[in-house]
Structures are given as C-alpha cells and as structure tokens.
C-alpha cells in the first residue's frame, strides 16, 4: 500500500471509526491490545461534532443571505412592502448559498394534485394523507407536495479548531 | 516526456481564465477545448473550484482572517490571497486590494517593476510591482493546474498566455517576464482578439465557407476593464485562406465595470435626491446589484421593463433598514446606449479631458463613448495609406464585411445591436453593404478556449492568423545641428522594425552605422507608431508630429573596453513568442542585446 494511500486510509478510519485499520495496524507491526489486559482508555473526542454542519449551514445563509439578521428582526412595525422587497433580495441570495452547497430535489417528480404511485411504503419517505386504508397499503394516490430530498451536501470541511459557534462575527468600521 | 497538453490562459484585467486541450494522435482530428476549473478561496476555510479566477490580490495583514483558514491545495503564502476572496474582502478593505494590474502593466507613465501596488496602501502594507501581482495570478494557476493534474505537470505542457493586442512591446516583455517568474517554461504570447477568433473558428469547422477572400473581419472585445479594436483580413496563399492580422488598436481603459458603476451612480443620485445616503460599503452592494439588475433586464428574451435593486439593511435590521430602488430598462438604455455606445458619426474622434493635472492613476479613457473610439480606430486605418488588403469605403474609412463580438458587456443583445446598427451606418455612407455577425459563443471564455486552440494550430493542427508585430518600431537619431539654449535638437526617427513582421524573422537595418559606446552607460530613445504601417526598415522619418508615441528610452551598459567606441549596425529580432528584440552587431561580429528598459522615467 502506498504511503499516501495507508495515511488517508488512516485519517479516516480515526476520523469516523475511531480506529486504525486493521491492515494498516499490521503493516506496521502494531497489534491490537486484547481486551481487559489494558485498561481502556477514554475514547478521544470526536473531530467532526454533529452540530457542525448545522453551524456551518447557518453561518452560510447568514453570510450570503442574511438569512439569521432577518429571522431574528422584529418585523411586526414593518410595512408588507418593506417586508417584501427585503425578502425578494433575501430570497434569491438564500437560495443560490442553497443550491451551491445543498442539492435539493422532490422527492416525487410528478405534478402536485395528480394521480401518482407510491414509490416506497416508507413513510419517512412518503407521508399518507386523509382515507388511510386501515392496513396502511395502498397503490397510489392525489400527490399533495412533492417533498424535497436533498440529494448531496457539500459543506466545506471543517478545519481543526475552526470557530463554528460564531455564525457571524461582529463587524466594527474603522474610520 | 512527451507534452501532453496545450493550455491557454486569459490573463484578464478582471478575471483570469484557463482553458486546454490535449492534441490527439491523428494530427488531421480537431481535439476538443476545455475550461479548467480554477481551484481558489471563496471564503475563510473553504476552497471551491470557480470556472474564473478573478484576478484581484488581497495583501492579507495579521487582522484580516483567523490563523489558518486560508490554506490552499497547495503550499502557499497567507499573505497574498488571489481570487474570489481578494475581491470579496477587498470590498470591506479597499486600501489592501491589487486591482487592475494588468492595465498598470501596460501604463508607460510608471516604472511598472517598483512597487506601487496597491495605490493608497498605508504603510506598514507590502506593496506589489505590476509585474509582481501578475507573476502572482500566474503562479496560481500553475499551481491549481498542478493540484489536479499530477500526472501532467505544468511546466510540461505548452502554455500560451494572451495579452491586448494594444499591448506595446515592453508591457508584452513584462507579461513573459511575470511568467517566467512564476516558473512557466514553455509560454507563447498571443493578442487577445485574436484568440477570440480562434475560439470563433474552433465553435465552427466550416469556417472557410462562412468568410471568403477580401473579407475584412472586425473583432470588437469589450471586457470588465478594457476594450479592444482589431481587424483581420481573409486572405489567400496558394489557393488555401489565410488569416492576416492587419490593425489593432489603442489600449482604452473602459469596460463593463465602468457601465455598472454608471448605473449604480445614476441609482445613487436618485436615492440622494430622496434624502438616503449611501455609504461606500453600501455603493459597492448597489454596483453588485445593477450588474445583476441590468443581465436579467437585458437577458435575450426578457420581458420585465424594471428590476428591483435593494441594498439590505447595515445592521441586524435586514427589513428596516432596507433600500429600495429599481432599474428600468430605459435607464439601461439611456446610459448603456446613450452613454457608452452612442450613435456616433465616422468622423467623430473621442473627447479629450483638458485638465492639465491628473492624480497619478491608470490613465483611464476620458470618453466613455465606445463608439467614437471605434471611429477613429476605422479612420486611423483610412490615414495608414495603402497597407495590404484594408478594405476601404469612399472616404476611406476601413470598412469591415464581418465583426466577431467578445467579453461581458457583448453578452447583451442591446449593446450588439446598437453596435450593429452604427457601423452600419457607416459603411452605408461609404457605399458599402451591411455588417455580417459572426456568433461566437461562451463570451466570458473565448479567448481562453481560443488561447489553447491557437497552441494546437501552432503544432499544425489547425489555422494560424498570420501577424507580427502590430506596430512600426523606430529609434530615434539626433539631428547633427548647433545646440540651442533651451531646445532640443530635432529628432528624427528611423526605422527598425516594419509593421506586421512576423515572429521567428530577422531584419538588418542597411544603410546606417551608430557609434556604440561600450563599457559606460549609453541612452538610445525609441518610438512606436500603431498608425505608420508603410515604413521600410532604415526609413528615416523627420516630421513625424503626433503618429509616434515615445517608449522608454533604453539605457545600456553594454560589456567592453571602458569608454570604446564601437561601429555598429542594428539588427531586429522578433523571437517566437512574439517579443521584440533589437541587436547591435560590430564588424567583427561581436553582438550586444538592447533590452527594452523596463525601469522607465515616470512622464513629467
């Protein structure tokens, strides 16, 4: 195996698994401690937290849309215009941030209110509405929305000691 | 190893490009032209792949980003960051953005290799030559394409790097100076319109059938930051079409950015008019925004007559603070049209500023009309006498049978249409016929695509436009005459190097021996001239007035005997790439290289 191969390999076994390989481990000449005659130690803490990618999506609508400044404002004193033509800009800006790093597809690509067949009896796939026969097992039926999935992620990777909390720092002019 | 690739990059005074190709085995094959996607920072800690590399640096300084969030696929200097991001945190920070430093390279009033970059820069900031950020943008390239191409290192293939037709030959020296810097081994120089039509060529194999002998064929590139004027003629050569470069011309420092800002101003004023001030962040939103506003209103098949433009509030309050405005289409049209391309006469020339001071800065077009500047271009052609095959109506204007459109701004079928329209106009007066199109395609890309076809035309795999130099070289002589307190002795100009010489050639310049003084500075002056195209080589030109432009003189300090006085004859090379070069050669054979001075007088 090639130097460059057993590193990655390595990096992402620890990364996601915990462990070396076990081929890389041999190839090496490590071998694994049977267990009880070491006393175990604490599992390192994981690099990638689950919160990660929730931080870095926010802190990405923030940036290119403002996304967080606007959820967060008290809109109840603005005018349906002003509201409007903020969320226009914000929109668009939402949703390009959106389409570069989350692809987004339905679930379903058919018409809404047209006749459609189930594609799976999953239901966090397909949600059946209204006359539920009482077996849950039908054939098809009215599509009401055609649910989104998202197809890939491609979140930039997080760096260590990469401040994610932050979503959006503070922003001082000097003059 | 053999090369296996032919790279062109479009080293932009906005955005950078690159495209390749890989020759295929059977040399009768047209291999296809790809766009290489260009490995960059977008934002702190992350790198994304982006079809252009905006060629923007940022100077990064201990409080610009978090330590570490500006790694590359590649070993590189924080520092200096080039790409999405220089232009985006240039935006927050303008004193620490490189900007435009191609058009700095091609501006003779300064030394362009001492350190000016960024202008304005506190101190304390590194500055950067021209030469310096170029070299910059370059090795970024290289090093993108090796992040990707491990197999088939840079400096193995075959780079072809354009520049503006009007580039003179010190500004081409500087670009193949920055080059080398940047560790590129094998680069070719090509003329930016040019390669816009080899892409053009490249889009349609069946191009002998589109233009025919006689054609005169009008490339019209208006870019972010520059526009650019050159005219080839289709003509023949033992019954095969031949492409001949015969006119380029001069370096006018006006684009598309210059239209966006127009309509950003003209959006700030009505928001003044209002009582709402903008600040600079909030102009530059505003510049952003009409750029957006005026590609949906102008995109082919748009219906809408207004755009709405809004700048978010500053703060946390997005909706409260927000401004709004809008663009209408007859704003676009009074300022793109009237403004930038107006319905110029043939006769007309562009405007001239007559301020005596200037603030020290590119020397930016003074008449924004494109349109006259296109007019004196095809007048200029009309003064140049009878060179070649310039097709000329009754006043002899340079009459085009074809124009070929590039760059941003000519996405927009408004601003053809309209140029369309006015060239028609004067071929019309002329006696001639109407304009034919030609519709190249993926403006933003052409002359890169073009660039990387050029290259596999240069090993024999398509056709080559035949050019050379794209103006007459002189030197200029001292006339022999009693000095006169306060004036200097009349000049006359002889010249080296004839218009259109092409590169590879060699030209003696007969009839005229110097005294060349070796061992001690000498100082020779040199002159161009985009207009004289009928100069032979040892042609001595007295009354020359305003048809020649002064270079840099060169000063040399050539090796010898202190203080010998060499008799010497002059000789003109035009290497392969395309670089001028002038040789002093003695009797004896003992040759001296005159580098064009790159360290130039700044103009009083």
Redesign the interface.
Same mark, same amino acid.
């Given at each position: 195996m090639s130097r460059i191969g057993s590193a990655f390999k390595s990096f992402f076994s620890i990364l996601f698994k915990g462990v070396l390989p076990e081929d890389v481990a041999r190839a090496f000449g490590f071998v694994r401690a049977a267990a009880g005659n070491v006393a175990a130690s604490p599992p390192a803490p994981p690099q990638v937290k689950t919160e990660d990618g929730a931080l870095q999506l926010l802190a990405i609508l923030q940036r290119d849309g403002r996304l967080i400044d606007f959820l967060m404002e008290d809109i109840s004193g603005a005018t349906d215009e002003q509201v409007g033509a903020a969320v226009r800009s914000l929109q668009e800006q939402c949703r390009q941030a959106l389409d570069r790093y989350v692809r987004l597809a339905p679930v379903i690509d058919g018409v809404e209110g047209s006749y459609t067949t189930l594609p799976s009896s999953d239901p966090s796939v397909v949600k059946l509405l209204g006359n539920v026969p009482p077996n849950g097992k039908v054939q098809g039926g009215t599509l009401r929305h055609r649910g989104w999935r998202a197809e890939k992620v491609e979140l930039p990777a997080v760096r260590a000691g990469q401040k994610l909390d932050v979503i959006a720092p503070a922003e001082i002019e000097i003059e | 190893m053999a090369r296996k690739y032919v790279i062109g990059i479009d080293l932009g005074t906005t955005n950078s490009a690159l495209a390749f190709a890989a020759p295929p085995s059977d040399p009768r094959e047209q291999a296809p032209v790809n766009l290489f996607r260009i490995p960059q920072l977008v =934002?702190p =800690?992350? @790198? %994304?792949d982006e079809d252009l590399l905006p060629s923007f640096l940022y100077i990064a300084g201990p409080a610009d980003f *978090?330590a $570490?969030?500006l790694?590359l696929p590649w070993p590189s200097d924080p520092t200096y960051i080039v790409g999405e991001l220089a232009k985006k945190r240039g935006v927050e920070s303008a004193r620490r953005l490189v900007s435009s430093a191609k058009s700095w390279l091609s501006h003779a009033g300064v030394d362009r290799t001492a350190p000016l970059l960024p202008v304005g820069a506190p101190d304390g900031v590194p500055k950067l030559s021209p030469v310096d950020a170029s070299r910059r943008y370059l090795e970024h390239l290289r090093n993108a394409w090796d992040s990707k191409n491990s197999d088939a290192p840079f400096e193995e293939q075959e780079v072809l790097v354009t520049v503006p037709a009007s580039f003179d030959a010190v500004a081409r020296e500087l670009t193949l100076s920055a080059a080398e810097q940047a560790g590129y081994q094998h680069v070719v120089l090509l003329e930016e319109p040019q390669a816009a039509f080899y892409a053009w060529i490249e889009r349609h194999p069946d191009w002998r059938n589109r233009v025919h002998v006689g054609d005169l064929i009008l490339v019209i590139d208006i870019g972010g930051g520059t526009t650019d004027f050159t005219l080839i003629a289709v003509t023949e050569s033992g019954g095969e079409l031949q492409l001949e470069r015969i006119a380029v011309g001069e370096h006018i420092l006006l684009g598309g950015d210059n239209i966006d800002l127009a309509l950003a101003r003209h959006l700030e004023q009505e928001l003044l008019a209002k009582g709402v001030k903008l600040d600079m962040l909030q102009l530059h939103a505003l510049w952003q925004?009409c750029r957006a506003a005026k590609e949906h209103l102008l995109e082919p098949g748009a219906k809408k007559t207004e755009h *709405?433009v809004?700048i978010?509030?500053k703060g &946390? $309050? @997005? @909706? $409260?603070g &927000?401004i %709004?405005a809008k663009l209408t289409l007859d704003d676009i049209h009074r300022i793109l049209l009237e403004g930038f391309l107006p319905r110029a006469s043939s006769q007309d020339m562009p405007q001239r500023r007559r301020i005596g001071l200037a603030e020290l800065g590119l020397p930016y077009a003074q008449d924004a009309a494109i349109t006259r500047h296109l007019a004196k271009f095809l007048r200029q052609q009309a003064g140049a006498s009878e060179h070649g095959a310039v097709r000329r109506g009754a006043s002899g204007l340079a009459c085009p049978t074809h124009v070929l459109f590039n760059g941003g701004v000519l996405r927009a079928p408004v601003a053809r249409d309209r140029l369309i329209e006015v060239i028609n106009g004067w071929l019309r007066e002329e006696g001639r016929e109407d304009i034919q199109p030609l519709f190249g395609e993926d403006l933003m890309h052409a002359v890169a695509r073009g660039a990387a076809y050029y290259g596999m035309a240069r090993a024999g795999r398509g056709v080559r436009i035949r050019g050379g130099i794209p103006r007459t070289y002189y030197v200029g002589i001292e006339s022999a005459m009693p000095a006169v307190p306060g004036l200097p002795a009349p000049l006359k100009a002889l010249t080296v190097a004839p218009f259109g010489m092409e590169e590879g050639a060699q030209t003696p310049i007969p009839g005229r021996e110097f005294g060349l003084v070796v061992g001690a500075p000498a100082e020779f002056r040199f002159f161009n001239s985009a207009v004289r195209k009928n100069d032979a080589p040892g042609e001595l030109i007295e009354d020359f007035g305003d048809d020649l432009e002064e270079l840099s003189p060169v000063e040399v300090n050539l090796t010898g005997a202190s203080g010998e006085l060499v008799p010497v004859t002059l000789e003109t090379v035009v290497t392969e790439t395309g670089l001028l070069q002038l040789w002093c050669v003695a009797r004896d054979g003992r040759r001296w290289k005159l580098e064009f001075n790159v360290r130039e007088q700044v103009r009083q």
């Open positions: - | =934002n =800690n992350e @790198v %994304r *978090p $570490g969030s790694e925004q *709405p809004t978010l509030g &946390a $309050g @997005v @909706v $409260g &927000a %709004r």
